[in-house]
């Protein structure tokens, strides 16, 4: 059972996060705007987070000595990666105020359990999974029926931009792909003709408030969000207010406070196909950052700290690009991107994560243009992919 605090934004009161990555470090920053002190629980000792935060509790994310530590300093905990174990949240919540709790994350960070959820949903969301079997063995795999190939075989567990997930044709590759995966369980799911890709943003308050943000069109590139632009220039009226009004049935029956994330598939026939949620602030919603009255991660603030909801009105067209780790490589040689070049953009907001090792694939910032017009915002955009290569 959580326990209720009575929230107070006193610069003496803590907010904790469990987790030290870039999502945690630009909470932190959100929390602090507002006058709030952090204190991050996170492995590492060197950590994007932990740079911000007034406190870093060096510890393992189920070692109960730092857990009691954080609930000791905090008056409320938050996380900010799905993996977080749901029994440390379920520990944290018999002394503080945990949002969002170990039901809605465990739900999350398993795609059995979310797959279902979504299907017990279904008559309050009007949207559907895509067909999925569960393969926890080879007997599983000789009863693959032909309408779920060719399909996308997932780890149930642990996987993010694209890893853990084989694309498959017929049952032999699904065998063999099963055993590269060391024969843990995993979800076989149809490939879906898909037109393109969208994710919304919730927040929904203790009180049972729920907001959602103007819904996102995203781009992957192997696997790994490329841009975001919001308005989507493919979004019709009518997938946005189906894919909102599915949000917003979600979370609420999933009785879930805080910042959740919601990806859509739209397919060639229009078809809206509900794919994964993420318990916290999503990539998808750095743009809110510059582009929104409140920002994703101010949000969560308000949610945990059971303030009012903030406004979600986005005040520009905004397009966001994910910063990865290849554009510091040139061949064998390494140098920083000309990030003066990029600033030089008119409505250029560019965010790096203090991460000091750039790695192919690694996340290590994004920028986001916002303009008065969406063209506008496109055409930064394109001028930033030429100078970042
Ligand atoms: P991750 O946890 O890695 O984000 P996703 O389930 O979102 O895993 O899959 C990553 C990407 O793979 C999706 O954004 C989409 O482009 C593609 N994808 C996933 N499932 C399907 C599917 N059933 N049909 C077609 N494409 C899919
Ligand atoms: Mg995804």
Not at 320 to 348: H, Q, R, T
Request: hydrophobic share 45%; charged share 20%.
């Amino acid at each position: 059972m959580n326990k209720p605090f009575v929230p107070a934004a006193s610069p003496a009161t803590w907010l904790g996060v469990m987790g030290g990555g870039q999502l945690g470090r630009m909470f932190a920053q959100a929390a602090q705007a507002m006058g709030y002190q952090v204190a991050v629980l996170e492995p590492a000792d060197e950590c994007p987070a932990g740079q911000v935060a007034q406190h870093l509790v060096n510890a393992a994310y189920d070692d109960a000595a730092g857990l009691d530590a954080l609930a000791a300093q905090c008056v409320a905990v938050t996380t900010e990666f799905e993996n977080v174990p749901a029994d440390s949240l379920s520990r944290l919540a018999q002394r503080v105020f945990v949002a969002p709790d170990a039901h809605g994350v465990s739900v999350a960070q398993d795609r059995i359990a979310e797959k279902a959820f979504f299907v017990a949903c279904a008559s309050k969301s009007h949207v559907m999974p895509a067909p999925h079997k569960v393969i926890a063995s080879y007997e599983d795999i000789d009863a693959i029926g032909d309408d779920l190939l060719p399909g996308i075989l997932k780890t149930v567990r642990m996987g993010y931009d694209g890893k853990g997930q084989v694309r498959v044709r017929s049952r032999d590759d699904v065998r063999a792909a099963f055993d590269e995966m060391g024969q843990v369980t995993c979800l076989l799911e149809k490939m879906l003709p898909l037109a393109y890709e969208v994710s919304v943003l919730t927040a929904r308050g203790a009180d049972g408030e729920s907001v959602v943000y103007p819904i996102a069109e995203n781009v992957h590139r192997d696997g790994i969000l490329f841009t975001t632009t919001v308005p989507g220039p493919n979004v019709s009226a009518d997938s946005a207010l189906k894919a909102q009004n599915a949000a917003q049935a979600i979370v609420s029956e999933l009785g879930y406070v805080g910042v959740l994330c919601i990806e859509f598939f739209v397919l060639e026939d229009g078809t809206l196909v509900v794919n994964e949620m993420a318990p916290r602030p999503h990539n998808s919603g750095h743009y809110t950052m510059d582009a929104c009255v409140t920002s994703q991660f101010a949000q969560q603030v308000r949610a945990m700290a059971k303030l009012p909801l903030g406004d979600v009105r986005q005040h520009s067209p905004a397009v966001m690009l994910n910063i990865l780790g290849d554009i510091w490589f040139d061949g064998e040689s390494v140098s920083e991107p000309a990030w003066d070049d990029v600033l030089a953009l008119p409505g250029a907001c560019l965010h790096l994560y203090g991460k000091d090792d750039p790695r192919r694939g690694r996340k290590m910032g994004h920028v986001t243009f916002v303009a008065p017009t969406l063209a506008e915002a496109q055409a930064q955009l394109q001028a930033a992919c030429g100078i970042l290569g």
